[in-house]
C-alpha cells in the first residue's frame, strides 16, 4: 500500500485529530497546573528542616517517580470505585471519568518530577541568604517571596520547561484507560481506514506543534526573566 499524503488533510483525520488535540490540552494543561502546586509543596516538604516531614515529601517522590505511568493509570482507574464510593466523591464521576483520573494521576506523577527540580533550585540557593533575610527582621514567608523565589525561577525554569513538555507526552498514556487524545486518535482512524503511517503522521505533527509552541514559550519567559534579573 502506497502512501497517501493527501489523506492527513482530510475531513476524517481533521476532525480526529482537532478531537484529539483538544482532549491532550485539556489534560496537558489541568495535570500541569495540578502538578505545579504538588511540586511546590513536596520540595518546600523536603528542605523544611523538620523531620517527619522531610520524610514525607521524600517519600512522595520516591513511590511516584519509581512506579511507571501506565501502573499508576491502572490502579486509580480501577482502584478508586474499590477504595471510595462513588457517590461520596460525585466529581468522579460527573462528566468524564477517564479524564478525571488521568487528570488526577498524571498530576501525581509529573508532580513527583517537578518537585526534584523545584527542590534542586532551593538547595542551588547558598542558606546563607535566607538566614542573612531573617536577621534583616524578614519573616520567613517574606525572605521566601523576596530573597529566596527572585534567584529560583531563573534556576528551575529550565528543568520545568522539560517537565511541561513530558506532561504532554505523558498524556499519550492515558489512551490505556479510554481518553480519546491524539494517540488514542490515531488508532481509530488506523482502525478505520488501515492508514496507520498517515494517522501517526498526522498525530505526530500536531505533538511536534504543542511541544514547539511549550518551548517557545518557556524559552520566551527565561529571557524575560534574565532581563528582569
Known amino acids: 500500500m502506497r502512501i497517501d499524503w493527501q489523506f492527513l488533510v482530510s475531513e476524517r483525520v481533521l476532525e480526529a485529530v482537532w478531537s484529539g488535540f483538544q482532549f491532550t490540552i485539556s489534560v496537558s494543561l489541568l495535570s500541569g497546573i495540578g502538578g505545579l502546586l504538588i ?10 528542616g523538620r523531620g517527619w516531614l522531610g520524610r514525607a515529601g521524600r517519600g512522595y517522590v520516591a513511590v511516584f517517580r519509581n512506579i511507571p505511568l501506565i501502573v499508576q493509570l491502572f490502579f486509580w482507574y480501577f482502584g478508586l470505585p474499590m477504595i471510595v464510593v462513588p457517590r461520596e466523591l460525585p466529581f468522579l464521576i460527573a462528566g468524564n471519568y477517564e479524564v478525571t483520573v488521568a487528570t488526577l494521576v498524571v498530576s501525581l506523577y509529573v508532580g513527583a518530577y517537578a518537585a526534584e527540580v523545584i527542590r534542586g533550585g ?6 546563607g541568604q ?26 528551575v525554569l529550565p528543568g520545568m520547561t522539560n517537565e511541561a513538555i513530558n506532561v504532554v507526552k505523558n498524556t499519550s498514556l492515558t489512551m490505556a484507560i479510554g481518553v480519546p487524545e491524539l494517540t488514542s486518535q490515531a488508532q481509530q482512524i488506523e482502525a478505520e481506514t488501515f492508514r496507520g503511517f498517515e494517522a501517526m503522521t498526522a498525530v505526530t505533527l500536531a505533538y ?18 534574565r532581563r528582569e534579573t
Open 39 to 48: 511540586a511546590i509543596v513536596v520540595a518546600f516538604l523536603q528542605v523544611s
Open 208 to 225: 511536534i506543534l504543542v511541544s514547539g509552541s511549550i518551548f517557545a514559550i518557556m524559552a520566551g519567559l527565561e529571557r524575560l526573566v
Open 122 to 127: 532551593i538547595e542551588a540557593i547558598p542558606y
Open 130 to 155: 535566607f538566614e542573612a533575610a531573617l536577621a534583616s527582621g524578614l519573616n520567613q514567608p517574606q525572605a521566601f517571596r523576596y530573597i529566596i523565589v527572585p534567584q529560583l525561577i531563573p534556576i
